[in-house]
């Protein structure tokens, strides 16, 4: 496959050129794309140099996949481009999540929607993918009513600016903000931009992205999304209603047999996930689950995972394995 990185200089483009690596994805030829600030910048995949390049050179060479990590406004206006010379585009900014016209996908929920005719692929947000893979097994089986969740976000999901303000801040160096405020020792109710009902983008990316990956809309999903100065994953506590009941015991054995999910949940040993362990790993951390003691089938439970990982490249290159297994490009 001819593929093509487009925000390889990025936080999240160097961890997909990570993934890529590791997993071995089937590449013949790397294009490594960032903005015109970068080109010519050197980078290197399984030892090799690489010289940056330029969109309009990239769309030129037609690579079989593209991987976009560069920001809204880059895939609004080069995934179609891509797409018309026949590229398949892997997209992880939410420029396409809600298009009608466009799938949402998790692959271990719900890959097998995608055909040949899938020209731009939706990742969805970092917060929604760990979300949604712990809320899959427990809806299927006991069915969703409404989910509450809170985040404690790490400023690795902002960029590269936000890890430097924070690293800034702890060595006591003035530099740019990429927050409006202090982020070390601070919590931020703030991820994202405001909208007019008063939620964040990312708040209403949580309460949208799931009902299309799952494909129903008889569930809701409210959320309050949290900056903390973390780098090593996002965590969410999460407060799900279900129509029917549930045994705890097996909630704990079924998310401990989801393929992708770990269960750490054992309050004896002082056993729960924590993003300094899920750091670099391609799991979603589970723990913490309990009985909501105010409301009848309510679960509490609490989720973290590598955002840079499964939140999005990992998840990315999943899809692109995905494609590649079933030939689909
Ligand atoms: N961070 C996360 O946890 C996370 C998770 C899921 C999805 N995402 C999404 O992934 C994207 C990248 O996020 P990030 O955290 O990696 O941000 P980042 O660290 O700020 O990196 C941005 C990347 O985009 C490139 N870029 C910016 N403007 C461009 C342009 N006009 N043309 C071409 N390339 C351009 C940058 O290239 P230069 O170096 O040349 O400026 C850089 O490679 C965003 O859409 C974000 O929403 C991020």
Redesign the pocket.
């Given at each position: 496959m001819k593929v093509a990185v487009?925000?390889?200089?990025?936080?999240?483009?160097?961890v997909m050129l990570k993934v890529l690596a590791e997993r071995n994805f089937p590449i013949t030829e790397l294009l490594l794309?960032?903005?015109?600030?970068?080109?010519g910048?050197k980078m290197t995949y399984k030892g090799e140099e690489y010289s940056?390049i330029?969109?309009a050179d990239a769309v030129a060479a037609k690579p079989e996949i593209a991987i976009?990590?560069?920001?809204?406004?880059?895939?609004t206006e080069?995934a179609p481009k891509f797409a018309a010379v026949g590229t398949t585009v892997i997209d992880?900014?939410?420029?396409w999540r809600m298009d009608p016209t466009k799938k949402l996908v998790v692959p271990e929920i719900n890959a097998s929607q995608l055909t040949k005719d899938d020209k731009i692929i939706a990742?969805p947000?970092?917060s929604t993918i760990q979300l949604v893979m712990v809320l899959d097994p427990l809806h299927t089986k006991y069915k969703m009513k409404r989910v509450v969740i809170s985040t404690y976000q790490?400023v690795?999901?902002?960029?590269?600016?936000?890890v430097q303000q924070l690293e800034n801040e702890i060595a006591g160096v003035k530099g740019e903000m990429a927050y409006p405020y202090p982020i070390g020792r601070n919590a931020l109710p703030h991820c994202d931009v405001f909208l007019e009902n008063g939620y964040t983008k990312e708040e209403m990316k949580l309460a949208r992205e799931p009902q299309k990956i799952f494909d129903d809309k008889t569930f809701s999903v409210t959320a309050t999304a949290v900056r903390i100065p973390t780098a090593g994953g996002?965590s969410e506590s999460v407060n799900i209603e279900f129509e029917n009941d549930f045994d705890l015991t097996e909630v704990r054995k079924m998310l401990s047999e989801t393929p992708g999910v770990v269960l750490q949940d054992n309050p004896e040993t002082n056993t729960y996930p924590m993003p300094i362990y899920a750091h670099d790993k391609d799991e979603v951390f589970v723990g913490r689950i309990r009985r909501d003691e105010t409301q009848r089938n309510t679960l509490n439970l609490w989720i973290v995972a590598d955002?840079?990982r499964k939140?999005?490249a990992t998840n990315a290159v999943q899809i692109g394995e995905y494609l590649v297994a079933n030939d689909l490009v």
């Open positions: 487009v925000g390889a200089t990025g936080m999240v483009g160097e794309v960032a903005s015109e600030r970068s080109v910048k940056i330029g969109l976009f990590s560069a920001g809204g406004d880059t895939s080069w992880n900014s939410s420029a990742n947000n970092c790490s690795s999901g902002t960029g590269v600016k936000a996002h955002n840079l939140g999005a």
